[in-house]
């Protein structure tokens, strides 16, 4: 199967992604990147400036993003996250969910264009939260009224004609 396998999996409702937030202390971010360009360093930037959460970078040749170090493995982390954000391919994504369970991760959150329904079906059947094909980043600032902090509703872009003079 790949990543365009068809749909069959149900994701949460926005009260359980919420909630899910709102339960979640500490967040690691697998596959975290120390370029500028990445999604993964745009979603670290805005949870280190915009939240509350304890957030921690798993990379096994970065040694530090944003002035945070960076681990090697879920493993080595202080203390275990709550939830698991991952930035990593489609076949990894299995072996990035049997770390998330050693380490009693509770939640694996795949991001926006990350979908594997066996590895949401496992976590699951493992007890853990699933979120696939979302961006923590923008679920938090939707819920917390933060969108102009990510970039949308920033009046820049409107479907209204702009007023000239």
């Not at 990035?96 to 264009?113: P, S």
């Not at 872009?157 to 000239?164: A, G, W, Y």
Request: with cysteine; hydrophobic share 45%; net charge positive.
């Amino acid at each position: 199967m790949s990543s365009l396998e068809e749909r069959k999996w149900l994701g949460p409702s926005a009260a359980s992604r919420l909630k899910i937030l709102r339960d979640t202390r500490v967040i690691a971010i697998v596959g975290a990147s120390d370029k500028p360009s990445r999604a993964s360093y745009f979603v670290a930037t805005y949870l280190l400036a915009s939240t509350h959460y304890r957030v921690y970078f798993v990379n096994p040749v970065v040694k530090s993003i944003l002035g945070q170090p960076v681990y090697a493995s879920l493993a080595e982390l202080p203390e275990p996250p709550d939830l698991v954000e991952v930035f990593r391919k489609y076949d990894d994504l299995p072996s990035v969910l049997e770390e998330a369970k050693t380490v009693g991760a509770k939640t694996i959150w795949l991001q926006l264009g990350s979908w594997h329904e066996e590895v949401a079906r496992d976590a699951e059947a493992a007890g853990l939260k699933v979120v696939m094909d979302r961006c923590v980043k923008i679920e938090h600032a939707r819920f917390h009224g933060g969108l102009r902090l990510a970039g949308f509703n920033t009046g820049v872009i409107s479907s209204k004609r702009q007023l000239l003079a």
